[in-house]
Nanobody, 122 residues
């Protein structure tokens, strides 16, 4: 497993941008498929985006496609989520997670960060 720590959350107005970062510890980070999930109050944790181990393939939820961009830097053991054109419905706690294979199912991610709050005001 890897240890994950998210940062970069905050309060932003609708239409604004934020960049989330996830720092990972462990020598095997570059072998993991990395994902971002989010959980709004009273709702289930939902998939947002994911990126392959090499960064060559990315997946996005329909709700964020065209607005969010996932990337990773294996030399820095980090994964990022650039969020633009933010909407109030993007308000949630955002989590990064690591999986051993390509998946959008949260049950198949075995390492999670503690989450970072993103609040979008209207």
């Amino acid at each position: 497993q890897v240890q994950l720590v998210e940062s970069g959350g905050g309060l932003v107005q609708a239409g604004g941008s934020l960049r989330l970062s996830c720092a990972a510890s462990g020598r095997t980070f570059s072998s993991y498929f990395m994902g971002w999930f989010r959980q709004a109050p009273g709702k289930e944790r939902e998939f947002v985006s994911a990126i392959s181990a090499t960064g060559g393939n990315t997946i996005y939820a329909d709700s964020v496609k065209g607005r969010f961009t996932i990337s990773r830097d294996n030399a820095k053991n980090a994964v990022y989520l650039q969020m633009s054109s933010l909407k109030p419905e993007d308000t949630a706690v955002y989590y990064c997670a690591a999986a051993k294979w390509t998946t959008t199912s949260r049950t198949e991610y075995d390492s999670w960060g503690q989450g970072t709050q993103v609040t979008v005001s209207s």
